[in-house]
């Protein structure tokens, strides 16, 4: 049974740093791409940033790019975000997801998902 | 980057009507496209990937069709479980890119 299990949300303040964390078990990791999704509070679905199996190939929604970083440890089936210089407009409830493929694909399973907020 | 738009944004529907949602790319998108349902405090489950797979485990009353920018989720025959919130999703391009999302209540 595929799991995924996001951990390391919670409030920090405007400027400040947060590193998710998403443990991953019942698939091969290495064979799978991996993502990061948010969802505003009452907003939509915004996927934020997605690697590669082997962690070679990084990809970043604009509003993320130069603060957010994506990396996996395929050695403890792990998917990371370390997340930099926030602000309010990335509060939000962060999921990890595992792509249906190798490249760019749809997500197939998703973790119960992590609230970030960020407020002073 | 690709944009999505779906329509309705919200329907209210019975248990047992036959429900449709539109969901349109700004650019041709093949059928990389997926469907997603929602519910309340929970995570977005897959439905529907390639624009017409049904994800194994699905209900078969799920189905979706289209290619190119246009396509359609049909629920045939609506159930009390349904009544979520419904997201497409390109998945041709980065950056990937969802549908705005319908709501689909109680009528």
């Known amino acids: 049974e595929v799991q995924l299990l996001e951990s390391g949300g919670g409030l920090v303040q405007p400027g400040g740093s947060l590193r998710l964390s998403c443990a991953a078990s019942?698939?091969?990791?290495?064979?799978?791409?991996m993502s990061w999704v948010r969802q505003a509070p009452g907003k939509g679905l915004e996927w934020v940033s997605t690697i590669s199996g082997s962690g070679a190939n990084t990809y970043y929604a604009d509003s993320v790019k130069g603060r957010f970083t994506i990396s996996r440890d395929n050695s403890r089936n792990t998917l990371y975000l370390q997340m930099n210089s926030l602000s309010a407009e990335d509060t939000a409830v962060y999921y990890c997801?595992?792509?249906?493929?190798?490249?760019?694909?749809?997500?197939?399973?998703w973790g119960q998902g992590t609230l970030v907020t960020v407020s002073s | 980057d690709i944009q999505m738009t779906q329509s309705p944004s919200s329907v209210s529907a019975s248990v047992g009507d036959r429900v449709s949602i539109t969901c349109r790319a700004s650019?041709?998108?093949?059928?990389?496209l997926a469907w997603y349902q929602q519910k309340p405090g929970k995570a977005p489950k897959l439905l529907i990937y390639g624009a017409s797979s049904l994800q194994s485990g699905v209900p078969t009353r799920f189905s979706g069709g289209g290619s190119g920018t246009d396509f359609t989720l049909t629920i045939s025959s609506l159930q009390p479980e349904d009544f979520a919130t419904y997201y497409c999703?390109?998945?041709?391009?980065?950056?990937?890119?969802f549908g705005g999302g319908t709501k689909v209540d109680i009528k």
């Open positions: 650019q041709g998108i093949s059928s990389r």
């Open positions: 997801a595992k792509g249906r493929g190798t490249s760019v694909s749809c997500a197939d399973y």
């Open positions: 019942g698939f091969t990791f290495i064979n799978y791409v």
């Open positions: 999703q390109q998945a041709a391009s980065f950056p990937l890119t």
